[in-house]
């Protein structure tokens, strides 16, 4: 099987871009995980003390297992928070946490951009099944030219989905500045720009899954309507 020369590269700008983002947010929240919070919070009171200031009382702080597996469940109402974060009182807990909880507020808000990310989330997981059955052989079943406007098409839609995450991700962050500010989450100075340090890197990630999707997107879709000149 030949591999085309521009796909190879966009699979190893993408991973290179994607793996560099990973690391900087490893490195950052390992480098504040150390510096504690002045306030003395943990990362679940310092979610608590922004959901009562924004006047939210339903949704329910929870810890979890592994690094970094902090997230906000809409469905259940619930700001799960990795135990490290849970409990920690570093600047880059209170600085998830808040993260965290500038998505509950966008809930309880009904920011717009989050209720289309969740109204999407279903038919991008049917996306990502069809490459994942294209890239193992799929192909071959439903012939090349299919194959290739499924792709372009699977790709399209999670494209699009990494593209309405970014405002999603922006704005918490956002909220999340401000709020711990507002509250004396952390003290301005070091232990502020230590935290912010942490959240700009977490957005980066979400940067590169938007442009990982959008290259790959572009290159089928330049093959589809390539193919379509041809025939």
């Known amino acids: 099987m030949v591999i085309d020369p521009t796909y190879l590269m966009i699979i190893i700008a993408t ?14 929240f390992q ?11 943990t990362g679940a009171q310092a979610a608590a003390r922004i959901l009562q200031a924004s006047g939210i009382r339903d ?9 970094l597996s902090d997230h906000y ?30 998505h509950a507020i966008q809930h309880a808000k009904a920011y717009a951009p989050l209720h289309l990310r969740m109204a999407a989330v279903g038919i991008t997981t049917k996306a990502g099944w069809i490459v994942s059955i294209l890239g193992f ?20 839609v999670i ?11 922006f704005d918490a962050t956002a909220r999340a500045k401000r709020l711990v500010g507002e509250l004396n989450l952390v003290y301005p100075g070091a232990e502020q720009q230590g935290m912010n340090k942490v959240l700009d890197a977490a957005a ?22 390539n193919s379509d000149r041809r025939d």
């Not at 991973?15 to 950052?28: E, G, I, M, Q, Y």
């Not at 052989?137 to 399209?156: D, E, Q, Y």
């Not at 989905?161 to 991700?169: K, M, R, S």
């Open 59 to 67: 949704v329910q702080i929870v810890p979890t297992q592994g690094t």
């Open 15 to 28: 991973t290179a871009l994607s793996a560099w983002a990973s690391w900087r947010v490893k490195s950052n």
């Open 204 to 225: 980066l990630t979400y940067v590169a899954a938007f442009l990982s999707a959008l290259l790959t997107f572009l290159y089928h879709l330049m093959h589809l309507l």
């Open 159 to 169: 494209m699009l989905f990494q593209l309405i995450t970014l405002p999603v991700e």
């Open 31 to 41: 480098r504040y995980s150390t510096v504690r919070a002045s306030s003395g919070l």
């Open 73 to 102: 469940d809409p469905m259940n109402k619930r700001l799960v928070l990795c135990e490290e974060n849970y409990y920690g009182q570093s600047v880059a807990a209170v600085g998830i946490a808040a993260h965290e909880a500038g």
């Open 137 to 156: 052989g799929g192909m071959f079943l439903v012939g090349a030219k299919l194959a290739l406007l499924l792709f372009t098409v699977s790709f399209g």
